[in-house]
T-cell receptor
Framework: DAMVIQNPRYQVTQFGKPVTLSCSQT?????MYWYQQKSSQAPKLLFH???????NEADTPDNFQSRRPNTSFCFLDIRSPGLGDAAMYLC??????????????FGPGTRLTVL | AQRVTQPEKLLSVFKGAPVELKCNYS??????LFWYVQYSRQRLQLLLR??SRESIKGFTADLNKGETSFHLKKPFAQEEDSAMYYC?????????????????FGQGTILTVHP
């Protein structure tokens, strides 16, 4: 089945130690999104790629970076994780971003713990 | 700025009772509204979108621009409807460089349907 895959499902890192989360998709979608969801809060968009075009949200901390080496893969890099970065990180894809009623397809998420 | 409000964190009903999950939004432009659902141990997935004016799993939602609401309704709740429900708004075109197709989520409502 075509889908969005996130690895690992659970990631534990130490305070200040760089960590990379991975997302891959078999849907061949043009757009890939990264959301952060803290406990009992709404998912919040960090950034997205439209093909190779990177779009950062204005309030996304510089500590968060992303790479999209090809259509299928997208990575979230946290350069120096703090305790406040512990959250569920959701990857999503969509065919495009400027179509009415555009659906986003979500991965299962990676739960990040910072010790 | 876009904002989505779901006033109820928790909603409990009995099987067969009507259910309404409330959603209000704030957006100066023309919004696209969605309901996403997350069943236990499953990924976030689209339930329905206002543009389609469809009924999915017995659920309907009508966009009321006057009241800026997009409430989700079902006349007879089933136990399998128990899940987390998120209302989301997408700004198709943003001013000042905001993201096209960006989803802004509400806090979510946990619906529990008792037998």
């Amino acid at each position: 089945d075509a889908m969005v895959i996130q690895n690992p499902r659970y990631q534990v890192t130490q305070f200040g130690k760089p960590v990379t989360l991975s997302c891959s998709q078999t849907l061949n979608h043009n757009v890939m999104y990264w959301y952060q969801q803290k406990s009992s809060q709404a998912p919040k968009l960090l950034f997205h790629y439209y093909d190779k075009d990177f779009n950062n949200e204005a309030d996304t901390p510089d500590n968060f970076q992303s790479r999209r080496p090809n259509t299928s893969f997208c990575f979230l890099d946290i350069r120096s994780p703090g305790l406040g970065d512990a959250a569920m990180y959701l990857c999503a894809t969509s065919i495009t971003r400027d179509r009415v009623g555009n659906e986003q397809f979500f991965g299962p998420g990676t739960r990040l713990t910072v010790l | 700025a876009q904002r989505v409000t779901q006033p109820e964190k928790l909603l409990s009903v009995f099987k067969g009772a009507p259910v309404e999950l409330k959603c209000n939004y704030s957006y100066s432009g023309s919004p696209e509204l969605f309901w996403y659902v997350q069943y236990s141990r499953q990924r976030l997935q689209l339930l329905l979108r206002h543009i389609s004016r469809e009924s999915i799993k017995g659920f309907t939602a009508d966009l009321n621009k006057g009241e800026t609401s997009f409430h989700l309704k079902k006349p007879f709740a089933q136990e399998e409807d128990s899940a987390m429900y998120y209302c989301a708004l997408s700004a198709l075109k943003g001013a000042g460089g905001t993201s096209y197709g960006k989803l802004t989520f509400g806090q979510g409502t946990i619906l529990t349907v008792h037998p």
